[in-house]
């Protein structure tokens, strides 16, 4: 009974230390992924201007770079087009010939030519995820102005939307040019921007740590598997590309696996779960479909058809969708179906054909 | 560029791990203290591991095994040190733990350590190689 007593007064507040201490170790590794993707988007912004490569490729340059890229690290979603643009250009906002930049840009040059691996430089740009960034440098005027953004934001902990709202509001001019020498090596434990960091998925998924990470190697050897099948001689599928980015309103999505089937003529997208299936799933490839429907399929192609494939331990689960052509454009409805109508039948792999093909996969 | 990206990568792999199995060390050096200065038994443990699981559910580290498992670690290594060991903490949490659980003392341990950096073993690999008794 002792026990209990004493759970309750010392215990409690050394669990909540412990708390805050594990907080504070998540957001320092997080900042150090931050930080390393920020340099890598500086040093490829650099590159692309210091080395002309615009000049001498032209406009296809960054498709060409982003799938370049993609082939290598064909989950690292910060190389997509409109990424390297936004590198390109953050790196000539802050790169301008003038005087309050050389300060800007010592931040960044000088953690390149530091050798230790270990603390931070004190440098308040890094603790500001990519996005919050992308809204800074495109929408200030001078770096002056920026810089005021970046210091409250973590001042302040902003997330991106309450940072926006100020942005909008022109809190720079109201406020004026009062500059605060405020320095924190790491955002407040509690505040919305550590949020932001922690849940940030251009970070997670540059290292590819945890659960997204176990899930994605599963995923990736699901996606071989299918592939492989797939592409037997006869089923008439051709392979398109994985990891194919579309553009779903105002994000790039990626789906996993697309192929476009020679007898019947159309696109066909292919997503993978390492999980059991979920109803939000079928939402999901809807879009997809509708996406490729607007942005890849010719007049002359049939309308796309989907796949879902779902494979854990014990199970795979397979559904099509087929859009129904009643359905106008842009409505996600699309049922899920185990039954393919007749005349796809001969040409799609059954569910049964599938599930067996995988069984044999380890997982 | 690849290669500026891979090495990337790479440094903030082997910069995390550390990180990561500094904390551990810290808790279970936290945990192994509290015990032995209140005398609380085991279910002290599984209800430190039930709170970390709710407050950072997404953290596999935090399941009762696992608490169970750091705070052995630390017990383990801390007979002849006060920090991570340095070399420990360049390979991965789950290497350190099939060690400290299967060594019968610092030294086999140290060696199992060495040579998994060495050879950059997985942890299949490492499994066997201290079953079939190397050292």
């Known amino acids: ?25 998540q957001i320092k590794a997080l900042v150090k992924v931050n930080t390393e993707l920020l340099l890598l988007y500086w040093n490829l912004g650099k590159d692309i201007v210091a080395r002309q490569f615009e000049s001498t490729w032209g406009s296809g340059f960054f498709e060409r770079l982003s799938r370049d890229l993609h082939d290598e690290f064909p989950h690292l979603k910060g190389f997509s087009v409109t990424n390297l643009r936004f590198a390109k250009r953050f790196y000539l906002f802050y790169n301008q010939p003038n005087e309050i930049v050389r300060q800007a840009d010592a931040q960044f040059e000088t953690p390149i030519r530091c050798q230790l691996g270990g603390e931070l430089e004190n440098g308040s740009i890094f603790q500001i995820p990519w996005r919050h960034h992308i809204e800074i440098f495109t929408k200030c005027k001078t770096i002056e102005e920026a810089m005021f953004y970046v210091h409250k934001t973590i001042e302040n902990g902003w997330s991106r939307a309450v940072m926006i709202h100020f942005m909008e509001a022109n809190l720079y001019s109201a406020q004026g040019k009062a500059r605060t ?5 790491l955002p407040e434990p509690q505040s919305d921007l550590a949020n932001e960091i922690l849940k940030d998925p251009y970070n997670f998924d540059f290292i590819s740590i945890t659960e997204p990470f176990r899930e994605r190697e599963l995923e990736d050897a699901l996606s071989a598997n299918i592939t492989e099948f797939l592409m037997e001689p006869g089923r008439g599928f051709a392979y398109v590309g994985r990891q194919v980015p579309v553009k779903v309103g105002e994000t790039e999505r990626f789906i996993d696996l697309l192929f476009y089937h020679l007898d019947l003529r159309c696109y066909v997208v292919i997503e993978l779960k390492a999980t059991k299936f979920e109803a939000e799933f079928a939402g999901k490839l809807g879009l997809y479909i509708v996406a490729v429907n607007h942005q890849r399929k010719k007049a002359t192609d049939n309308p796309t058809i989907g796949m879902i494939i779902c494979k854990t331990k014990d199970s795979v689960e397979v559904e099509y969708s087929l859009e129904s052509s009643s359905q106008p454009i842009g409505v996600s409805e699309y049922r899920l179906s185990k039954l393919l109508p007749d005349n796809y039948k001969s040409l799609l792999p059954d569910i049964e054909e599938i599930e067996e093909g995988l069984n044999g996969l380890n997982s | ?88 903490a360049q390979i991965p949490w789950g290497h350190n733990r099939l060690i400290a659980s299967k060594a019968k003392d610092i030294e086999t341990a140290e060696f199992y350590v060495a040579e998994t950096a060495r050879n950059a073993w997985d942890i299949d690999t490492l499994e066997i190689q201290i079953e079939t008794g190397l050292h």
């Open chain 1, 1 to 25: 009974m002792n026990e209990i007593k004493q759970f309750n007064g010392e215990y409690r507040h050394w669990l909540s230390d412990l708390k805050l201490q594990i907080r504070q170790s």
């Open chain 1, 181 to 185: 020498n405020f320095s924190r090596l």
């Open chain 2, 1 to 88: 560029m690849k290669t500026k990206i891979h090495a990337a990568r790479n440094k903030l792999a082997f910069s995390i791990n550390s990180q990561i199995l500094e904390l551990y060390w810290e808790i279970g050096r936290d945990i192994a203290e509290k015990q032995k200065k209140s005398g609380f038994s085991n279910g002290f443990m599984d209800k430190i591991a039930e709170e970390l699981k709710h407050e950072f559910p997404e953290i596999r580290g935090f399941s009762r095994r696992n608490i169970y498992a750091v705070v052995q670690w630390y017990k383990f290594y801390s007979a002849k040190y006060q920090f991570v060991p340095h070399l420990a």
